[in-house]
């Protein structure tokens, strides 16, 4: 039996959808280090979001545990993941990869879109920066014609930092541009945000009546660049 597990309950932001989550920042916590490499300055001063839930012990010890699982061995990581799947009698309708943490290695990322193939059922959906691992399994898809339809990758981007990656691989339908909105004006940089997440006000505020399920903007195939304000 491996460590690693999916979070089946949600949480007020995503609502009902099974959520995937590693430590997040680069720094050691509980002698693990986060997951989120040199890909996030953020991450390095706190200012992740993921960093005020590490008041409860009980969410660094999840995050660390599944962390050390797929260091320790992906595929077995994998096949306890895909057997908790099997095993539920409420099937998720659709999961979030890396909640917290970040993509650490290509072959990670493409074990996730082999999971997706495995269930078209499913809907999965992930944020990332790490796009050395992005490029490198879209060109192992054969350019990304195979990629399976049920996974949406969102390149993060912080003003000019992921635009290029964006405009590289936005020809194809699983990608998606997911960008944070601090008055950058994107327009002129030839990005055009056409949508907002919802669930945060231009003042950080969440708005408890939007969850990542009801919204479904990050990964449906209406809207191709999103919008986020801090938070």
């Known amino acids: 039996m491996y460590n690693a597990r999916f979070n089946k309950k949600g949480n007020i932001k995503t609502g009902l959808i099974w959520t995937w989550s590693k430590l997040a920042g680069n720094r050691e916590i509980n002698g693990v280090k986060g997951s989120c490499g040199n890909y996030c300055g953020a991450c390095q001063d706190g200012g992740c979001y993921v960093f ?3 008041r409860y012990p009980s969410v660094i010890n999840g995050h660390a545990r599944n962390t050390t699982a797929f260091r320790n061995d992906i595929n077995g990581s994998f096949e306890e993941l895909c057997a908790q799947i099997d095993r539920a009698k409420n099937k998720p309708e659709i999961i979030r990869i890396n909640q917290s943490g970040e993509i650490e290695t290509p072959f990670e990322l493409l074990k996730w879109c082999l999971m997706a193939k495995k269930y078209p059922d499913i809907r999965f959906y992930l944020y990332t920066k790490n796009f050395d ?19 949406t990758m969102l390149i993060s981007v912080w003003h000019e930092y992921g635009l290029n990656e964006f405009n590289e691989f936005k020809k ?7 960008a944070y909105d601090d ?8 990005l055009n945000i056409d949508a907002y997440c919802t669930a945060y006000d231009q003042n950080g505020k ?3 009546a939007v969850t990542c399920e009801k919204c479904k903007k990050c990964f449906n195939r209406i809207h191709k660049v999103i919008g986020c304000y801090d938070h």
Do not use: C, Q, R, W
């Open 206 to 208: 969440m708005n408890h």
């Open 133 to 151: 691992a992005l490029s490198m399994v879209i060109n192992s898809f054969d350019n990304g014609a195979t990629v399976p339809e049920n996974i």
């Open 52 to 54: 005020k839930s590490y």
């Open 172 to 178: 194809h339908s699983f990608i998606k541009a997911f």
């Open 183 to 190: 008055g950058f004006n994107y327009a002129a940089a030839g």
